[in-house]
């Protein structure tokens, strides 16, 4: 079982840059595929981004061109680099992990989640 943790969260302009990190304790994240969720106040839990054992990754739509998902098993770190960021970015962002080795956005396929780090994007 792994521990997620988030941080990196903040206050960021719109068109600037954040970067967030993710840091598991317990076993190794090089068992499982990572991903990247937010979530806005009063909406459902959104993917960004997915990066599998082997490294590939999959973005969500909204996000493609402007995040990038990485990950170093040695570390036991996922970060999630953020670029032109705007006001739609804002939410909280939680890490999870996924045992399954099928791609998928869905959120019920992650077995384990971080507490999250809150995003803000002032305009």
């Known amino acids: 079982q792994v521990q997620l943790v988030e941080s990196g969260g903040g206050l960021v302009q719109a068109g600037g840059s954040l970067r967030l990190s993710c840091v598991s304790s317990g076993r190794t994240i090089s068992n499982y595929a990572m991903g990247w969720f937010r979530q806005a106040p009063g909406k459902e839990r959104e993917f960004v981004a997915r990066?599998?054992?082997?490294?590939?990754?999959y973005y969500g739509d909204s996000v493609k061109g402007r995040f990038t998902i990485s990950r170093d098993d040695a570390k036991n770190t996922v970060e999630l680099q953020m670029s032109s960021l705007e006001s739609e970015d804002a939410g909280v962002y939680f890490c999870?992990?996924?045992?399954?080795?099928?791609?998928?956005?869905?959120?019920?396929?992650?077995?384990?989640w971080g507490q999250g780090t809150q995003v803000t994007v002032s305009s």
């Open positions: 990066v599998s054992r082997g490294g590939r990754r």
């Open positions: 999870a992990a996924d045992e399954g080795y099928v791609t998928t956005t869905d959120v019920s396929a992650y077995e384990y």
